[in-house]
């Protein structure tokens, strides 16, 4: 199947570039709603899955018995920018379990935000594992594995008690058994296994609205949604989509993006899930896609996000990125209130 073109790029009069991709959304109680493109090809979900992945740090116990709030919660399930308030609430998580930076497994990488490199540079700093993006997810894996006794040490192989942990969930929310064959790595070196896009999205659906998973699992995610509405910009940062829809529709919107194209959440008033994954792997495609079903679900979210007209080096408006009529057209019919 070809997937079809859903964002386009223009300069002047002309597409210059297009972005193809899938969309799937899904809901809890009426199952599959939309199916664009190949929503039935395995997808690594990628960091959309962070706040699945810090399940266990809730349901262990391990938050509460380190104390960890709001902030810590959202973290944890974050891909952020490297601010000084990110990295220090990463160390935080740390410190609280007894372990510190060397113990992460996420490997250092300069602040994904500009501002923040850009201080980090003027500093004379070197980046630190603390600055990864994934810091917080980590962090809240050594800190669940310190909780239940079992070794920190190479917590992030596939094989250790904390990775097992997390696939037994994944597998089980999914109803998949999923195995080597569909398992790759992450940037920060942990397992990723890969789902269809239709499986991903009913997840979320699953998990934002409660209804086909268990209590424990519902009310952990519960919790976790609450925190990243209370702290979005320890989600992501300052001015990025997770971040700028999460502080402006809180219980309303759950959204996460990933590496190579890939967004997931949900809508909790509507028990809908959605995932979507961009074929060229753009950001510029799937934070455009995702915010046009987001305004189409919420019109009140037009104008959250300004990130659609490319300019000249000197302020001159000289395309834009807008969605396809491929998208349009889909969403069009699609009625979920």
């Known amino acids: 199947m070809t997937n079809p073109t859903v964002i386009e790029v223009t300069r002047g009069p002309l597409v210059e570039s297009f972005h193809t991709g899938s969309l799937a959304i899904v809901s809890a109680t009426s199952g599959v709603l939309l199916a664009l493109g190949d929503v039935r090809r395995p997808v ?23 104390g960890y709030g709001d902030a810590e919660i959202a973290l944890a399930c974050a891909s952020h920018t490297g ?99 569909v398992m790759g790595f992450d940037g920060c070196s942990l397992p990723n296994w890969a789902m269809p896009l239709e499986t991903m999205a009913a997840v979320f659906a699953k998990l934002v609205s409660g209804n086909g998973i268990g209590k424990a699992h519902a009310a952990a995610f519960q919790r976790l949604m609450r925190a990243c509405w209370a702290e979005p910009e320890m989600v992501a940062g300052p001015g990025r989509a997770d971040s700028v829809v999460m502080a402006n529709l809180p219980g309303r919107v759950f959204m996460k993006t990933g590496a190579e194209g890939v967004y997931c959440g949900g809508f909790p008033e509507l028990g809908v899930g959605f995932a979507l994954k961009i074929d060229d792997g753009a950001t510029r ?20 996000m300004r990130r659609n007209i490319l300019k000249s080096w000197r302020g001159l408006e000289v395309g834009k990125i807008r969605t396809a009529p491929a998208l349009q057209d889909a969403l069009a019919g699609l009625k979920l209130r």
């Not at 960091?47 to 509460?64: H, N, Y």
């Not at 990463?90 to 935000?113: F, I, Q, R």
């Not at 201080?119 to 962090?139: F, M, R, V």
């Open 44 to 66: 690594y979900p990628r960091s959309a899955i962070k706040a699945l992945q810090a399940l266990p740090l809730i349901e262990s116990g391990a938050a509460d018995h380190f």
């Open 83 to 181: 601010t000084t308030r990110h990295t220090e609430v990463a160390d935080a998580m740390l410190k609280a379990a007894n372990l510190a930076e060397s113990d992460l497994g996420c490997g250092a990488h300069t602040p994904l935000g500009a501002k923040a490199a850009k201080e980090l540079w003027h500093s004379g700093g070197e980046p630190t594992q603390l600055h990864n993006n994934c810091s917080g997810k980590h962090a809240g894996m050594l800190a669940t594995s310190r909780h239940l006794g079992i070794p920190v040490e190479g917590y992030w192989h596939a094989d250790h008690p904390m990775q097992q942990r997390v696939l037994a969930i994944l597998n089980e929310v999914s109803g998949l058994s999923l195995g080597p064959d």
């Open 285 to 304: 495609a799937s934070a455009g896609t995702a915010m046009t079903l987001i305004e189409h679900v919420f019109p009140e979210a037009k104008g959250l």
